[in-house]
């Protein structure tokens, strides 16, 4: 297998890329990228890692913010660690992109019609309820999962968690 | 057949073609130190962990192989992060062996545990914190490539005491050799992109003030001989940086010799003044752009570089080549010679006349002492230089006489000069210089030192005597951190803080004697000669020559911190011309 770097720039959203690395699945390779990332000072915006559909490697998505120079000295340097296998930049306009949040929200179930109405629009899960608040899930890119947190915010949000993004680059 | 861990790593070593290790055992690395008895690997024991590490790169450097070095785990292990961090900067080949505590132990503070792996995860080229004894052959077979290939580093190997012990049955496993690597992330690109090289090579040919900045990619790729093939068809002048010293010839007419921070003033100006800079395994540290925005401002450059994070890293390259040093160089010269040769490079007749015109009125000066007055520090390299056979071998250490040693020594071969470049780490001289003569023992090794690295490591040349390595020090005494004084005259109002030694201790003569060395005390300049021939005549033992040098003697040309390279400060005799 050989190593493949793709560079080509994201014309959307000058500040944030998506950096998709295929890992070796090997003790210390978090570890690895996220001492990289610090030492060189680069800042990881979110970071998502799981196994691949082949169990020897892992799949790690890394939103950098950075510009375009550092992107490409990002990208280089992840590409030195001998874990790495191969790196691709996902472009916008041509990746398929999701965050997934879980959210408990104060919701009383005199309230849960309202919450109803201003979700339309949003895909959205109830996957708990109990008679003060309930938790609700949601997956989607992520200005929609900011625009769903935004609208669950007046209820009164107890906790939330958001994934790091993952990403695939689009069918043609 | 069944085997154990330490046996397995000894084979492995062996099959790897090492010869000798430079270490010091204890308690976790014990079982690895049994068999160590009947191998026919050398030990060279060290009096300090970093010791051992930087022989380690010193017989590296020297040798071209990778340089081994073994000591056990807790604070062992941390006394060789600085090794591993100077080898890492200066791309050395190099192999630490860790022992570890054993695997149930790990994560419970255990007597003498450190997170090792954790802990030079940033200064390693890669490690390994290995698991199960079984992967050990394939580990330390692993460990080599990825140390020698591509742009060459250290690699550390930790191993928990378990799995090399023969009474514990987790070392034992089934033998075997690896035939593959397991690496599907390493593979190091030598070719450079053949399109790019012919675009360079037509660069180079219509430039009329070119450079060839050449870095310590040179040796590693082991490429010198290719280099100066490539400057005299182009005819293009060469400066060598301070990790490629020796790497071109210092006698040969388009050696501009070294630029940078205390380079000569034609080497500096001339990368400024350049309307193309070819960068031949060279990194633009900051020791050589100085002010960076104020860097070769009329230069276009083509950088080659084995790693291609170097490529547009510090300076934007027109034109970038991912590929070894050597490779790339056959391929400009293949280029060149396709496009008409010698006879078709551009004419730079001008260029030749403005450089030689400095290298006439800033040539690397310094003032003789008066007699009774301490030695000048330039004055006993430029000695050195000519008294020291051809192929002497120098290591150094880091200040004021490393610059000096870089700029009076006159390097003719590759592989002549050993030094810390990157990491600036002082104390590194005596151990390199061990290491480097225990490489080459047929060759006459000097490490030149000053006093404030000579009492960083000097108990290693306790570990010289004992095992007969006959190498000589040239230590230039001037009781000062001299180059920290440099700085707080010239920028501090010479309000002189912490860099004074005592004047009286130690007596390094005494000292030298006391580790079994022999020890000369040389003060006044026609000593200085005949000190050099003694020292060089000792063959059985090594030597301390303790030079009192004069501490206000100071190093120039000086690009000071943050100003452009155009603003070099020759010596003063040369001001005002």
Same mark, same amino acid.
């Given at each position: 297998?050989?190593?493949?770097?793709?560079?080509?720039?994201?014309?959307?959203?000058?500040?944030?890329?998506?950096?998709?690395?295929?890992?070796?699945?090997?003790?210390?390779?978090?570890?690895?990228?996220?001492?990289?990332?610090?030492?060189?000072?680069?800042?990881?915006?979110?970071?998502?890692?799981?196994?691949?559909?082949?169990?020897?490697?892992?799949?790690?998505?890394?939103?950098?913010?950075?510009?375009?120079?550092?992107?490409?000295?990002?990208?280089?340097?992840?590409?030195?660690?001998?874990?790495?296998?191969?790196?691709?930049?996902?472009?916008?306009?041509?990746?398929?992109?999701?965050?997934?949040?879980?959210?408990?929200?104060?919701?009383?179930?005199?309230?849960?019609?309202?919450?109803?109405?201003?979700?339309?629009?949003?895909?959205?899960?109830?996957?708990?309820?109990?008679?003060?608040?309930?938790?609700?899930?949601?997956?989607?890119?992520?200005?929609?999962?900011?625009?769903?947190?935004?609208?669950?915010?007046?209820?009164?949000?107890?906790?939330?968690?958001?994934?790091?993004?993952?990403?695939?680059?689009?069918?043609? | 057949?069944?085997?154990?861990?330490?046996?397995?790593?000894?084979?492995?070593?062996?099959?790897?073609?090492?010869?000798?290790?430079?270490?010091?055992?204890?308690?976790?690395?014990?079982?690895?130190?049994?068999?160590?008895?009947?191998?026919?690997?050398?030990?060279?024991?060290?009096?300090?962990?970093?010791?051992?590490?930087?022989?380690?790169?010193? %017989?590296?450097?020297? *040798? $071209? !192989? /990778? =340089?081994?070095?073994?000591?056990?785990?807790?604070?062992?292990?941390? @006394?060789?992060?600085?090794?591993?961090?100077?080898?890492?900067?200066?791309?050395?080949?190099?192999?630490?062996?860790?022992?570890?505590?054993?695997?149930?132990?790990?994560?419970?503070?255990?007597?003498?545990?450190?997170?090792?792996?954790?802990?030079?995860?940033?200064?390693?080229?890669?490690?390994?914190?290995?698991?199960?004894?079984?992967?050990?052959?394939?580990?330390?077979?692993?460990?080599? %490539?990825?140390?020698? *290939? $591509? !742009? /060459? =580093?250290?690699?550390?190997?930790?191993?928990?005491?378990?799995?090399? @012990?023969?009474?514990?049955?987790?070392?034992?496993?089934?033998?075997?050799?690896?035939?593959?690597?397991?690496?599907?992330?390493?593979?190091?690109?030598?070719?450079?992109?053949?399109?790019?090289?012919?675009?360079?090579?037509?660069?180079?040919?219509?430039?009329?003030?070119?450079?060839?900045?050449?870095?310590?990619?040179?040796?590693?790729?082991?490429?010198?001989?290719?280099?100066?093939?490539?400057?005299?068809?182009?005819?293009?002048?060469?400066?060598?940086?301070?990790?490629?010293?020796?790497?071109?010839?210092?006698?040969?007419?388009?050696?501009?010799?070294?630029?940078?921070?205390?380079?000569?003033?034609?080497?500096?100006?001339?990368?400024?003044?350049?309307?193309?800079?070819?960068?031949?395994?060279?990194?633009?540290?900051?020791?050589?752009?100085?002010?960076?925005?104020?860097?070769?401002?009329?230069?276009?450059?083509?950088?080659?570089?084995?790693?291609?994070?170097?490529?547009?890293?510090?300076?934007?390259?027109?034109?970038?080549?991912?590929?070894?040093?050597?490779?790339?160089?056959?391929?400009?010269?293949?280029?060149?010679?396709?496009?008409?040769?010698?006879?078709?490079?551009?004419?730079?007749?001008?260029?030749?006349?403005?450089?030689?015109?400095?290298?006439?009125?800033?040539?690397?000066?310094?003032?003789?002492?008066?007699?009774?007055?301490?030695?000048?520090?330039?004055?006993?390299?430029?000695?050195?230089?000519?008294?020291?056979?051809?192929?002497?071998?120098?290591?150094?250490?880091?200040?004021?006489?490393?610059?000096?040693?870089?700029?009076?020594?006159?390097?003719?071969?590759?592989?002549?000069?050993?030094?810390?470049?990157?990491?600036?780490?002082?104390?590194?001289?005596?151990?390199?210089?061990?290491?480097?003569?225990?490489?080459?023992?047929?060759?006459?090794?000097?490490?030149?030192?000053?006093?404030?690295?000579?009492?960083?490591?000097?108990?290693?040349?306790?570990?010289?005597?004992?095992?007969?390595?006959?190498?000589?020090?040239?230590?230039?005494?001037?009781?000062?951190?001299?180059?920290?004084?440099?700085?707080?005259?010239?920028?501090?109002?010479?309000?002189?803080?912490?860099?004074?030694?005592?004047?009286?201790?130690?007596?390094?003569?005494?000292?030298?004697?006391?580790?079994?060395?022999?020890?000369?005390?040389?003060?006044?300049?026609?000593?200085?000669?005949?000190?050099?021939?003694?020292?060089?005549?000792?063959?059985?033992?090594?030597?301390?020559?303790?030079?009192?040098?004069?501490?206000?003697?100071?190093?120039?040309?000086?690009?000071?911190?943050?100003?452009?390279?155009?603003?070099?400060?020759?010596?003063?005799?040369?001001?005002?011309?």
């Amino acid at each position: 297998m050989s190593k493949t770097v793709s560079t080509e720039q994201n014309p959307q959203t000058p500040d944030l890329h998506t950096v998709v690395a295929h890992v070796e699945n090997k003790a210390g390779v978090l570890a690895r990228i996220a001492g990289l990332f610090s030492r060189r000072g680069f800042n990881i915006a979110s970071l998502a890692v799981a196994p691949s559909d082949d169990d020897r490697f892992s799949r790690v998505t890394i939103v950098v913010d950075c510009d375009a120079g550092a992107l490409e000295q990002v990208t280089k340097q992840l590409f030195k660690l001998i874990n790495v296998v191969d790196i691709t930049i996902l472009v916008s306009g041509s990746a398929v992109e999701r965050e997934f949040v879980l959210a408990c929200v104060a919701c009383p179930p005199d309230r849960r019609d309202e919450l109803t109405f201003d979700a339309t629009g949003f895909d959205h899960l109830v996957i708990e309820e109990s008679s003060e608040s309930m938790i609700v899930s949601f997956s989607g890119r992520a200005e929609r999962v900011d625009e769903f947190e935004e609208m669950l915010r007046p209820f009164g949000i107890i906790d939330i968690q958001r994934t790091g993004k993952v990403a695939l680059k689009s069918l043609d | 057949m069944k085997t154990d861990g330490a046996n397995a790593l000894l084979r492995a070593l062996e099959r790897e073609g090492v010869d000798v290790v430079f270490g010091m055992p204890g308690g976790a690395i014990l079982p690895v130190y049994d068999p160590l008895l009947d191998s026919s690997i050398r030990h060279i024991l060290v009096r300090h962990e970093q010791g051992a590490g930087h022989m380690a790169e010193g %017989y590296a450097h020297a *040798t $071209g !192989r /990778p =340089g081994v070095c073994m000591v056990t785990s807790g604070p062992a292990a941390t @006394n060789i992060v600085t090794p591993l961090a100077d080898a890492y900067m200066d791309s050395i080949p190099m192999i630490a062996i860790t022992g570890q505590v054993g695997t149930n132990a790990i994560g419970t503070d255990a007597f003498q545990e450190a997170d090792t792996t954790g802990i030079t995860m940033a200064v390693t080229k890669h490690n390994y914190l290995v698991q199960s004894a079984d992967q050990i052959p394939q580990v330390v077979h692993d460990a080599f %490539y990825i140390a020698t *290939t $591509g !742009r /060459p =580093g250290p690699v550390l190997i930790d191993l928990p005491k378990n799995i090399v @012990n023969p009474n514990d049955p987790d070392s034992i496993f089934e033998d075997y050799i690896p035939t593959a690597h397991d690496l599907p992330g390493y593979k190091p690109q030598l070719d450079g992109d053949a399109a790019l090289i012919t675009e360079a090579a037509e660069m180079m040919r219509a430039a009329k003030r070119p450079v060839l900045y050449t870095g310590g990619g040179i040796l590693k790729a082991r490429a010198a001989k290719e280099l100066l093939e490539l400057a005299e068809l182009t005819g293009i002048p060469v400066v060598t940086t301070l990790m490629n010293r020796g790497g071109f010839p210092d006698r040969h007419p388009l050696n501009l010799g070294m630029p940078g921070m205390h380079g000569n003033y034609t080497a500096v100006t001339a990368m400024q003044e350049a309307d193309l800079l070819v960068a031949l395994g060279a990194r633009f540290d900051d020791r050589i752009t100085g002010k960076l925005d104020e860097f070769a401002p009329h230069a276009a450059v083509i950088h080659v570089d084995i790693d291609p994070a170097e490529l547009n890293k510090v300076r934007r390259a027109n034109v970038g080549i991912q590929g070894d040093a050597r490779h790339v160089i056959l391929g400009l010269i293949n280029a060149t010679r396709e496009l008409g040769g010698h006879d078709s490079q551009a004419d730079r007749s001008e260029w030749r006349q403005q450089l030689s015109g400095w290298q006439e009125k800033y040539p690397l000066v310094f003032e003789q002492s008066e007699p009774g007055q301490r030695l000048m520090p330039h004055y006993v390299i430029e000695e050195l230089s000519r008294i020291t056979p051809e192929d002497t071998i120098v290591a150094s250490g880091v200040g004021q006489h490393q610059m000096l040693a870089s700029q009076f020594y006159e390097f003719n071969h590759p592989y002549t000069w050993i030094n810390s470049g990157g990491l600036g780490t002082m104390g590194f001289s005596i151990p390199a210089a061990i290491g480097a003569k225990v490489g080459m023992p047929d060759r006459t090794v000097w490490a030149v030192d000053g006093d404030g690295c000579f009492q960083m490591t000097s108990q290693e040349m306790i570990t010289a005597a004992v095992e007969g390595i006959a190498i000589k020090v040239a230590l230039l005494n001037n009781n000062y951190l001299g180059m920290v004084r440099q700085w707080q005259e010239l920028f501090y109002d010479e309000r002189f803080s912490e860099v004074e030694f005592g004047p009286t201790v130690p007596d390094y003569k005494m000292m030298a004697e006391s580790m079994g060395c022999v020890g000369i005390r040389v003060e006044s300049p026609e000593e200085v000669g005949p000190a050099i021939e003694a020292a060089n005549e000792i063959n059985d033992r090594p030597v301390v020559v303790e030079f009192r040098t004069d501490p206000r003697a100071n190093v120039y040309p000086m690009v000071p911190a943050g100003v452009s390279n155009s603003h070099i400060v020759v010596d003063p005799s040369q001001r005002d011309q």
